[in-house]
């Protein structure tokens, strides 16, 4: 017997008739009390259930007609960040014209399409409501020649061409064929650019000059009379700070003929005429296959 049951049964004994709940339509309950307060608070949330229903129908249909309207037309367009590239060449890139609609402009596509020159390292598209667009660029900043072809940047990339840099005083790399493929001269590009990050770091009082890749690996030219620097296959972090150890252990000495630091811990200063044909040949491909792995492994 549950505890209500109890209850009125006890009240039935005491001579008391059982407690009963109230219908929404007896006399004291909130409906009969107050039917409109009650009919008005249904009423408001019925009217929240349905306005959002009501605004996405409006916002459906009236969307076509919204974004034709001219207020959102492209009128004022600013580029910003260009040094040697042209505004014009940034605006011939984006491709495009006044009067646009804003609201169906492809900002990413728009960014794509300045990207596709070599010289553009980013380009960040941004819009300027009601009726400005906004293109920021940064170009790529060389960190080494490649002979007769164009310029590395940090990260390797390659692109040919770029008269506002020629007049730089930058390291040269050599010895990079045209009869390597795209994938090769990637990976050696990638290697040269470390190294001149390793011999900044380690030589940072020496000017190096040249970077070639030879036949016995890659041997470096550097300014003020140091002779060539054989470096060969892998280790480059290693050997240049062998090698600017040995600089220093040999400060106000002169150092003439060819510095080989092919063998592990160990600098051997060679007469220069033995080296000549060592250095001067060009590179050829089971060199380009150990540059890729001396890329992933020895010069990160």
């Not at 006890?10 to 008391?16: D, K, N, T």
């Amino acid at each position: 017997m549950t505890a209500r049951n109890r209850t009125d049964r006890g009240r039935a004994r005491s001579g008391r008739s059982p407690r009963r709940l109230a219908s929404p339509t007896a006399a004291g309950s909130p409906w009969t009390q107050n039917p409109e307060g009650q009919l008005r608070r249904w009423g408001w949330r019925c009217f929240w259930l349905l306005a959002p229903c009501g605004l996405a129908a409006v916002l459906l249909v009236g969307w076509p007609y919204f974004t034709e309207l001219g207020l959102f037309r492209l009128h004022d367009l600013t580029v910003e960040g260009v040094r040697g590239l042209k505004e014009g060449r940034v605006l011939e890139l984006a491709a495009l014209e006044k009067g646009e609609n804003l609201l169906r402009l492809d900002l990413r596509e728009v960014e794509k399409r300045i990207e596709a020159d070599p010289r553009v390292a980013r380009a960040h598209v941004r819009i300027r409501w009601p009726s400005g667009l906004l293109l920021q660029i940064k170009e790529r900043e060389p960190v080494a020649r490649i002979l007769g072809r164009g310029f590395l940047d940090g990260r390797g990339f390659f692109w040919e061409g770029g008269s506002r840099w020629a007049h730089l005083d930058l390291p040269l790399v050599t010895g990079v064929t045209e009869g390597l493929g795209k994938r090769e001269r990637s990976g050696l590009f990638k290697v040269a650019v470390r190294l001149l990050r390793g011999a900044k770091l380690y030589l940072s009082h020496l000017r190096l000059s040249e970077l070639s890749f030879g036949p016995e690996g890659l041997v470096l030219y550097f300014e003020g009379g140091l002779g060539p620097v054989l470096l060969g296959y892998g280790r480059g972090a290693e050997k240049l700070e062998l090698l600017s150890r040995f600089l220093r252990s040999r400060s106000g000495k002169e150092v003439a003929g060819v510095l080989d630091l092919r063998w592990k811990g160990r600098v051997i200063a060679r007469p220069a005429a033995d080296t000549v044909s060592m250095v001067s040949e060009k590179i050829h491909f089971p060199f380009a296959v150990a540059a890729l792995d001396m890329d992933t492994r020895e010069y990160g």
